[in-house]
């Protein structure tokens, strides 16, 4: 009997502790190239006019991914003293891992559609705006629709061939605005610039110990 129970106490550890692996197993973290964007930003002469940050989480669940990365969270300041910047929400992009881009979308509480025309967003000197970020379908860029999974035989493992995929490609933001000084003429086109900023961001798997601290980190 007690043979039995120990048994039955072993297989239930064995479940628990293998589906603890694959949770921690299939998390990924979703980050700039700051190494790269810091390269643009100083390559074009943007460096102290303008300042972009992805707020993303420390890790997502392949499960949950669809769902909360729905809203790409950025903050977009304007570092300049005398100059406002411009967003242009239409003719600015977004890719997916596919490499196909389409018109950003600004998502603001209860947008259920895709809006025909977006309002142009202006950033007062000094000021700061936060944002959440979406494609035109409203889904995220990594949505499961947009990650090509082949299976090569049915001993393949879907969440593996998943996290190879989300892995294996990059893709980006890129943002179209307008600096101008405040004082200039808006129809002044020398007191202005238009200015282009391609975002590059990538998914990469969480090393499980930092997995586990974040399984285990008590929820806020």
């Known amino acids: 009997?007690?043979?039995?129970?120990?048994?039955?106490?072993?297989?239930?550890?064995?479940?628990?502790?293998?589906?603890?692996?694959?949770?921690?197993?299939?998390?990924?973290?979703?980050?700039?190239?700051?190494?790269?964007?810091?390269?643009?930003?100083?390559?074009?002469?943007?460096?102290?006019?303008?300042?972009?940050?992805?707020?993303?989480?420390?890790?997502?669940?392949?499960?949950?991914?669809?769902?909360?990365?729905?809203?790409?969270?950025?903050?977009i300041a304007n570092k300049s003293q005398q100059h406002k910047i411009e967003l242009f929400w239409d003719d600015s992009s977004i890719s997916n891992l596919k490499k196909k881009s389409g018109r950003l979308i600004r998502k603001t509480d209860n947008m259920d559609e895709t809006p025909q025309e977006q309002v142009n967003t202006t950033i007062l000197p000094g000021q700061a705006i936060e944002a959440k970020l979406s494609d035109e379908k409203l889904v995220s860029p990594l949505h499961s629709k947009n990650v090509s999974v082949k299976k090569k035989s049915n001993l393949d493992s879907e969440r593996l061939l998943k996290l190879e995929a989300?892995?294996?490609?990059?893709?980006?933001?890129?943002?179209?605005?307008?600096?101008?000084?405040?004082?200039?003429?808006?129809?002044?086109?020398?007191?202005?610039?238009f200015c282009v900023l391609r975002c590059p961001l990538s998914v990469k798997r969480v090393h499980w110990k930092k997995a586990a601290d974040l399984l285990l980190r008590p929820k806020k």
Request: with cysteine; glycine share 2%.
């Open 1 to 75: 009997m007690n043979l039995l129970i120990f048994t039955v106490y072993l297989i239930c550890v064995t479940y628990v502790l293998y589906n603890a692996f694959l949770f921690i197993d299939s998390m990924v973290t979703v980050e700039a190239d700051k190494e790269e964007l810091n390269r643009q930003l100083e390559e074009d002469n943007l460096k102290n006019f303008i300042e972009v940050k992805f707020k993303f989480k420390p890790g997502y669940h392949l499960e949950k991914m669809d769902k909360e990365l729905e809203n790409i969270p950025v903050e």
């Open 166 to 193: 989300l892995t294996a490609n990059n893709f980006h933001v890129q943002l179209v605005f307008n600096i101008a000084d405040q004082k200039a003429n808006p129809k002044d086109g020398k007191q202005q610039r």
